[in-house]
C-alpha cells in the first residue's frame, strides 16, 4: 500500500482589480507550499510569470496559449507531459480564459500509473448550466483512460442549485468518491466572511479532491481537510486529502 498526500488550491491569480494583495498573498502561498511535502499538487488561475517561483517540483501548467491558469506538480511518469482539454462552453468574464481539464500521467511507486486531473469550472451561481456542460466534457476526459485517477480542483458547485446538484451526482455515477465525504469531514472551502470573499450567498464547498479506483488498484481517502492557514492566501481555503492506494 502507497499514501499520497495531495494538495488542490486556487490561488486566485486574477490581476487587480479582480484580486486584492496579488503579490502578497503569493509570496504567502511560496511559504506555505514550502513547508509542506505533498506528493501531488493541482493549483488553479496560476496566470502570469510568477508561477516560475513555486516551490514544487516538476512542475507542469498549461501551455501559454488558450491559458487555462492550472498547473500540476508530482510523481510524473517519465517522458509524460500534461495536457489540457479547454472547454468548449463559458459565460461571462470567464469567457477571457479558457478554462478547462489539464491530465497527466504519474508512476506511483509500488503501483504504477494513476491518473491526475485538475480542473477549474465555470464561476457563478447562476452559470450551473455551463458547469453542467463542462462536467460532462470533464468525465468524457475521465473516460480517456483506464488508469486509477485522481481528479481535484475548482468545481464551483453551489450545493443548494439543482444543476449543480445533478453534476454533482453524474460525477459519483461515474465512480468518483468525494474525499471529504469518505473521510467524513466535509467543511466549506470558500465562507462569505473570511478574508478577501465577495459575495453574499452561504457558505460553499467549491473546491475538492474525487479518487477513482480500478479493478486492479483501489484508492480510499483516509484523512482530509480544508486548511486555513494564519495568512490567508486566496479568496478559497486549500484542500489536503491522504490517498491510499492498494493493489488489489
Given amino acids: 500500500m502507497r499514501e499520497l498526500d495531495v494538495l488542490t488550491l486556487n490561488v486566485w491569480g486574477l490581476p487587480w482589480p479582480l484580486s486584492s494583495h496579488r503579490q502578497r498573498r503569493f509570496e504567502g502561498i511560496v511559504e506555505h507550499l514550502a513547508g509542506r511535502r505533498d506528493h501531488v499538487v493541482g493549483l488553479q488561475e496560476v496566470w502570469g510569470g510568477s508561477w516560475k517561483r513555486l516551490p514544487l517540483p516538476a512542475l507542469q501548467r498549461a501551455p ?5 491558469g492550472l498547473a500540476l506538480s508530482g510523481l510524473l511518469a517519465a517522458g509524460a507531459e500534461a495536457r489540457v482539454r479547454h472547454f468548449q462552453r463559458a459565460s461571462g468574464t470567464d469567457q477571457l ?13 509500488g503501483i504504477g500509473g494513476l491518473r491526475v486531473l485538475v480542473t477549474h469550472l465555470q464561476a457563478g451561481r447562476r452559470a450551473a448550466a455551463v ?8 468525465l468524457e476526459e475521465a473516460e480517456r ?7 481535484m480542483g475548482d468545481f464551483n458547485l453551489h450545493e443548494d442549485t439543482g444543476d449543480d446538484h445533478r453534476a454533482e451526482q453524474r460525477v459519483a455515477s461515474a465512480g468518483f468518491v468525494d474525499a471529504a465525504v469518505e473521510a467524513q469531514s466535509p467543511e466549506p472551502t470558500w465562507e462569505p466572511d473570511a478574508p478577501y470573499s465577495r459575495g453574499r450567498h452561504p457558505a460553499q ?10 479493478s486492479r488498484v483501489e484508492l480510499c ?11 490567508p492566501l486566496s479568496d478559497h481555503h486549500p484542500v489536503w486529502a491522504r490517498i491510499a492506494l492498494r493493489a488489489t
Fill in 145 to 151: 483512460s483506464p488508469l486509477p485517477t485522481i481528479l
Fill in 64 to 68: 501559454r496559449s488558450r491559458d487555462s
Fill in 205 to 214: 464547498r467549491f473546491d475538492r479532491i474525487y479518487c477513482r479506483g480500478t
Fill in 131 to 138: 458547469r453542467a456542460h463542462q462536467v460532462d466534457e470533464l
Fill in 97 to 109: 480564459k479558457a478554462k478547462g481539464v489539464l491530465a497527466a500521467e504519474l508512476e506511483v511507486p
Fill in 221 to 231: 481517502a483516509t484523512a482530509a481537510a480544508v486548511l486555513r492557514p494564519e495568512r
